[in-house]
Nanobody
Framework: QVQLVESGGGLVQAGGSLRLSCAASGRTFSRYAMGWFRQAPGKERDFVARISRSGANTYYAASVKGRFTISRDNAKNAVYLQMNSLKPEDTAVYYC?????????????????WGQGTQVTVSS
């Protein structure tokens, strides 16, 4: 079992940056691939990024590639999402999630554990 808590959200102007953090409890953090998802009001939860257990492999949605960077620190039981060049369309609640499988997936239901989310609002 792993419990996840996101932080770092807030209000930022377009073109600005934010760094989201996700703190995980438990001793098994390194056994999980980690993902970031986001959900805007009235929309489905969308894949943003994923990082492998070791951190060696990363995957991004086309809409954020080149602007967002996912990373992790297994010694600190944490995963991060650095978001640069933010756009109003990036406004959403951002969730981190843990997946015990090594099979790369962008489907939310494939992730077993979720945080409560953190709001990111980008003003134009």
């Amino acid at each position: 079992q792993v419990q996840l808590v996101e932080s770092g959200g807030g209000l930022v102007q377009a073109g600005g940056s934010l760094r989201l953090s996700c703190a995980a409890s438990g001793r098994t953090f390194s056994r999980y691939a980690m993902g970031w998802f986001r959900q805007a009001p009235g929309k489905e939860r969308d894949f943003v990024a994923r990082i492998s257990r070791s951190g060696a492999n990363t995957y991004y949605a086309a809409s954020v590639k080149g602007r967002f960077t996912i990373s992790r620190d297994n010694a600190k039981n944490a995963v991060y999402l650095q978001m640069n060049s933010l756009k109003p369309e990036d406004t959403a609640v951002y969730y981190c999630a843990a997946d015990v499988s090594v099979v790369v997936t962008t489907i939310p239901s494939d992730y077993e554990h979720w945080g409560q989310g953190t709001q990111v609002t980008v003003s134009s």
